[in-house]
């Protein structure tokens, strides 16, 4: 079992490391969002999360996105605090599944107040607003039950009321695709690929609607169809759809895929999935 604060760090800076389509990594960064911006936000967070069992789910959530802000001005880490920090306070006495269901069930109007704060403080580009319970007021229900008027939205809140199982499964994955290519990076790619395709990016259909959320899982279908991406035929389609998702400033950025993917390597770390003795890079990757 990895520890909690080098599950945390590992976890965040392989998801930025890894070079994933429309995601920021090595030399496909955004002008206002860079990799070390990445790394340096997993370094803050880190220590905040080795003390998730001795402190409030809100508390450790607030503490997270302030330790980030003294470090960048950006949006760098918002939803994965909100999946890494339910994990981390989990006890380490239990079946990771098991500790995490628990801690989502004691969740407090407090915790939702501090996690409301944190929010606000990240300032996430897309939120939109809600008719109940938005994030500019005064919560009065509990984190849970908050998060639990959302699913359907966002996945980040889905992931909250059904004990991140969608997290859980990806964690197999990746651990699947690891054994299978005996390569970190490359089992990175495939479950975020994986991901595409099999579901709707939240955060684009947030920012951009139902039509272009779509055309995007669907091009990451036709794209896995394509097969092996150490293949030509399938890399240029990979190297495609990365473009589409950059085109427009970066426009149709699957973020929410993201924290998910940073959400399970942490999963797969703590549980001893991926053996960190494997490579990270994969020099066959279809960017080159």
């Not at 809600?130 to 966002?154: I, K």
């Not at 994955?173 to 005996?182: D, P, S």
Request: net charge negative.
């Amino acid at each position: 079992m990895t520890s909690t604060r080098l599950a945390t760090e590992r976890a965040c800076s392989w998801e930025v490391l890894a070079r994933k389509a429309g995601n920021v990594c090595p030399e496909r960064e955004y002008a206002d969002l860079t990799v070390d911006d990445f790394l340096n936000s997993a370094a803050a967070i880190a220590p905040v999360l080795e003390q998730a069992p001795q402190t409030s789910l809100g508390q450790t959530i607030l503490r997270a996105i302030q330790a980030t802000r003294r470090v960048v001005t950006t949006n760098t880490n918002l939803g994965i605090v909100l999946l890494l920090a339910p994990l981390a306070t989990a006890s380490l006495n239990a079946p990771l599944h098991e500790g995490l269901a628990e801690v989502l069930a004691k969740t407090t109007v407090a915790d939702a107040r501090d996690a409301y704060t944190a929010i606000r403080l990240a300032n996430p580009g897309g939120l939109g607003s809600a008719a109940s319970q938005d994030v500019a007021g005064e919560p009065t229900l509990t984190l849970h039950d908050a998060m639990a008027l959302a699913p359907d939205r966002d996945d980040i809140a889905l992931q909250y009321v059904t004990d991140f199982q969608l997290v859980f499964e990806s964690a197999d994955n990746l651990a699947r695709h690891a054994k299978e290519f005996g390569n970190i990076e490359r089992a990175i790619v495939a479950t975020h690929l994986d991901l595409l395709a099999s579901r709707i990016d939240s955060l684009i259909a947030r920012k951009l609607g139902a039509i272009e959320s779509r055309k995007v899982q669907e091009a990451a279908m036709s794209v896995s169809e394509a097969g092996d991406l150490a293949t030509p035929a399938a890399a240029k389609a990979y190297r495609e759809f990365d473009a589409m998702l950059r085109a427009a400033n970066h426009a149709r950025n699957p973020g929410t895929t993201a924290d998910l993917i940073a959400a399970a390597l942490f999963v797969a770390l703590r549980g001893g999935l991926i053996s960190t003795e494997l490579p990270f890079a994969w020099p066959e990757h279809p960017f080159g």
